[in-house]
Each structure stands twice: as structure tokens, then as C-alpha cells.
């Protein structure tokens, strides 16, 4: 496994696994437990994904030590406001059966994003998370919040895959000092992901699949992934991508499919932003 430093000095494996879109409780315990057999370390829940009580229960049941693993969780919009954010916290890790959290994220940059950073901020320092950070927060967003709180986000977790390639998101970032993680980063199949010949040609030089192709070209520029699947065999070849590398120029190749715009939603679509605000978790 491969790691990057986080600004604080902390430790995250730049290859997880994620558990969006496993609603199913027996699925998601069993997705997890099955990836941690793989050798997956670093788990990518959230509140808003509904499954964060079976997440818990593959941590409780494997014999990895604590320290072994690195737990993400996410706020959703409706915890607003620093108590608010705290009682949302306390909620999560009853679910996740955690003492500590390695990583907690804004999930969407609305809502009272500074009272919730300030809870964050003070859970940070009385030690139980590790590391704070964002979700799909915008260069001026991420500004806006910097300007006006103490603790520089940790992370930013922004959909990116090779047709929203994040370049200039991920060279602000970076000198901001905030680490860039993928969402997303086979963008569900959309736009023939799996079928693109340039890709296919690429996975062919190496004896490797698509899905493989685009880890490894997240991994070379530095991006922590987060893939997601049910299938044992898929964790298994999502997993085996630290023994090739990409060539410069097949790193170019990859950069030409990008359209620098999302294959999902716009996070600035003000209908979209009403729909997020008024949807409830609860």
C-alpha cells in the first residue's frame, strides 16, 4: 500500500474502499469485511449513505487492530451549527461502534458549513478525529471557509475520474496544502468508461483491466480513490494496481478525455442545491 501525508502529519492509504450506493445491510457488512480480507485498510462511509451501522459491525468482526484501519464518515446538510454537528458526530460513531474517527468530512459545502467547522475543529482538538476535511467544496468555497476558521481542511473529496479530470481543483489544492480524494472514480460506467478504445488499448500494453488503468493514473497523480463494488473478485483486481506504472505518455493519453465537467450534477445548479438542502436523513 501506498500512502499520502495528510497537512497535519497524519497517515492515509491513497486506496480505499468506498460504500456508496450499498444501502443493503447484509451487502455492505459483507462488501466490507470482504475488502478487508483483500487487504483494504482505509473504509469511505456517511451519514447520508445509510449504512454506517454495517460498516461497523465488519470493523467490530475483523481481528485488525484498531490502529490498522482508517475510518471515514461524512455530515450531512441537516446537522447544522456546532451543537447540531456534535450530536451528528456522537450518532455516527454510536453507529460505527468507534472510539476515534481518522477522517470527518463536510459532505456539501451549504448550510451553516462555520458553525460545523467549528464543532469539527473542536473535536479535532480534544483527539477524537484525526483529520477534518471537505466534500465537494469549490476552489472559492474552500477559500471562503480558510478565511474565516483556525484548522485548514485535511481533504477535499471531489468527484474526479478521467472525464472530470480535476487538474486545475487539484493544483489550488495542492498549494493549499489540502489532499485531493476521488469520488466516483469510474464515474459509475457513464460516458462507455469501460468501452473507451483509448483506455482499452492502455489496459492491453499493461495485461490489466480499465478499472485497473484508471486507479493506477489516480494513484500517479497523487489522488486517494475510494473504488466501490460488491464482488469479491472486483476488490481483488481493483486492489492489484502497485505493481505497474503508467508511462508519461499514457498519462497524456488519459488527459485528452477530459470534459472538465461532471457526469453526474452540477454542485452550483441552484435546483440541485435546493434538493440537497431539503433532503432529510432522518
Known amino acids: 500500500m501506498e500512502y499520502v501525508a495528510l497537512n ?17 445491510p447484509f451487502a ?17 462511509t456517511a451519514a447520508s449513505y445509510g449504512n454506517e451501522e454495517a460498516v461497523g459491525r ?34 455516527s460513531m454510536k453507529k460505527l461502534k468507534l472510539d476515534y474517527l481518522d477522517l470527518y468530512l463536510i459532505h456539501q459545502p451549504y ?12 473535536l479535532y482538538q480534544e483527539g477524537r478525529i484525526r483529520a477534518i476535511g471537505v466534500s465537494n467544496f469549490q476552489p472559492d468555497r474552500i477559500v471562503d471557509l480558510m478565511n474565516h476558521t483556525d484548522i485548514l481542511p485535511a481533504v477535499n473529496q471531489v468527484e474526479t475520474h478521467p472525464f472530470q479530470q480535476q487538474i486545475a481543483n487539484q493544483q489550488f489544492l495542492k498549494e493549499q496544502e489540502i489532499q485531493i480524494e476521488s469520488w466516483g472514480p469510474f464515474a459509475e460506467g457513464k460516458n462507455g468508461m469501460f468501452e473507451n478504445p483509448m ?32 464482488q ?27 470534459t472538465q465537467k461532471s457526469s ?14 431539503t433532503r432529510s436523513i432522518e
Not at 448550510?111 to 475543529?121: C, K, L
Not at 492491453?204 to 493514473?217: G, P, V
Open 8 to 24: 497535519n502529519g497524519v497517515k492515509m492509504p491513497i486506496l480505499g474502499f468506498g460504500v456508496f450506493q450499498i444501502p443493503d
Open 28 to 44: 455492505c457488512e459483507k462488501s466490507v469485511s470482504e475488502a478487508l480480507e483483500v487487504g483494504y485498510r482505509s473504509i469511505d
Open 58 to 91: 465488519a470493523i467490530q468482526s475483523s481481528a485488525l487492530p484498531r490502529e490498522d484501519l482508517f475510518i471515514t464518515t461524512k455530515l450531512w446538510i441537516q446537522r447544522n451549527g456546532l451543537e447540531g454537528t456534535l450530536a451528528a458526530f456522537d450518532k
Open 111 to 122: 448550510g451553516d458549513v462555520f458553525g460545523e467547522w467549528r464543532a469539527m475543529e473542536k
Open 199 to 230: 483506455l482499452m488499448s492502455i489496459a492491453q500494453a499493461h495485461n490489466k483491466s480499465i478499472a485497473q488503468i484508471i486507479i493506477r493514473w489516480l494513484i500517479q497523480r497523487g489522488i486517494v480513490a475510494i473504488p466501490k463494488t460488491i
Open 232 to 258: 469479491k473478485s472486483r476488490m481483488l483486481e481493483n486492489f492489484q494496481v502497485f505493481d505497474f506504472h503508467l508511462t508519461d505518455g499514457e498519462m497524456e493519453m488519459v488527459q485528452t478525455l477530459d
Open 264 to 277: 453526474f450534477f452540477d454542485h452550483r445548479d441552484p435546483a440541485m442545491v435546493k434538493w440537497l438542502g
